[in-house]
């Protein structure tokens, strides 16, 4: 059975931080990546990582504020999030997939909860 395990949501005030993981279990992922959904909006993509851990992608959103890392010996990804804004208030899900740099992704964790504070 696979599945993906977020942790590390809470609340935090505006220009705090979170480290965000999700651990992976039942198969590894060539390619895992993070996704946000805010109230009301489409589920965006944030960030995603592939197997090696040496290449990375970010939405413009994110980018210089968020990091996205990997440990395999572990089946974890992080997300590292500073700076954070009452604008990134959103569940943040995990996702395991395939294909780089156009990824696919098939399997979905619950998601955790991140609220910023103004």
């Known amino acids: 059975q696979v599945q993906l395990l977020e942790s590390g949501g809470g609340l935090v005030q505006a220009g705090g931080a979170l480290r965000l993981s999700c651990a992976a279990s039942?198969?590894?992922?060539?390619?895992m990546g993070w996704f946000r959904q805010a109230p009301g909006k489409e589920r965006a993509f944030l960030a995603s990582i592939n197997w090696s851990g040496d290449s990375t992608r970010y939405a413009d959103s994110v980018k210089g504020r968020f990091t996205i890392s990997r440990d395999n010996a572990k089946n974890t990804i992080y997300l590292q999030t500073n700076s954070l804004k009452p604008e990134d208030t959103a569940v943040y899900y995990c996702?395991?997939?395939?294909?780089?740099?156009?990824?696919?992704?098939?399997?979905w964790g619950q998601g955790t909860q991140v609220t910023v504070s103004s």
């Open positions: 039942g198969r590894t992922f060539s390619v």
């Open positions: 996702a395991g997939g395939r294909g780089w740099p156009a990824s696919t992704y098939d399997y």
